[in-house]
């Protein structure tokens, strides 16, 4: 089985300022890997995913992670950060092998950006 | 393109009421289905999944119960509310990798 450990709960940052958000996972199979985004009182959005390949992946609203296999993260990454990426980042693991597999959640991050 | 309906967006039910609560997906077929529940400060927690018409699998016991009763429709059901099942639920579909594409979520507010 697969597991997500997000260990920030919350993260403040200054507007235009770096940000990083952590993720590590546990599976004994290989995985895709995805970042999704949620705003108050809405569903989640797909941010950007990992299936294979290039281990940086960009996804949208300028954000991009890097898959590393040896350390099991997927830290996601954005250089410059706006008010309005204040919301609620998840990140998700399913295993990548054939048939259905399900994808789970790590309890997520609160990125607060002030001004 | 896809879509995923979800309604209602928002639900205030009094103890011991039933709920239901629907689910539907254009644009594909055959769509893995899920409903999840996300609780303040607990991320998200499948509660059900389908492959299939008329299959489902649930993840934790609960007041809670799924149906699929056509290929794109997905449907959570309690018959009496409890207050612990307050939260926000959403449905969302997958095809062959897992990402899963969401509702926009329900909020449920058992008084």
């Known amino acids: 089985a697969q597991s997500v450990t997000q260990l920030d709960s919350q993260v403040p940052v200054f507007e235009e300022a770096p940000v990083e958000l952590r993720c590590n996972y546990s599976?004994?199979?290989?995985?895709?890997l995805f970042w999704y985004v949620q705003y108050p009182n809405q569903g989640l959005q797909l941010l950007l995913k990992y299936l294979s390949g290039s281990t940086l992946v960009k996804g949208i609203n300028g954000f991009e992670a890097e898959f590393n296999k040896s350390q099991t993260s997927f830290h996601l990454r954005k250089p410059s950060v706006h008010i309005s990426d204040t919301a609620e980042y998840f990140c998700a693991v399913s295993a990548s092998n054939t048939g259905f597999q399900k994808l789970v959640f790590g309890t997520g991050t609160r990125l607060l950006v002030s001004p | 393109s896809q879509t995923i309906h979800q309604w209602p967006a928002t639900l205030v039910q009094p103890v011991g009421s039933p709920l239901s609560l629907e689910c539907t997906v254009e644009g594909t077929s055959n769509p893995n289905l899920y409903w999840y529940r996300q609780a303040a400060g607990r991320g998200l927690q499948l509660l059900f999944y389908s492959v299939g018409i008329g299959q489902i699998s649930s993840e934790v016991p609960q007041n809670l119960s799924a149906s699929r009763p056509q290929d794109r429709q997905f449907i959570l059901s309690s018959k009496k509310l409890l207050l612990s099942d307050s939260g926000f639920y959403l449905c969302?579909?997958?095809?062959?990798?897992?990402?899963?594409?969401f509702g926009q979520g329900t909020r449920l507010t058992v008084v």
């Open positions: 599976s004994s199979v290989s995985v895709y």
């Open positions: 969302a579909w997958s095809a062959d990798t897992a990402e899963a594409f």
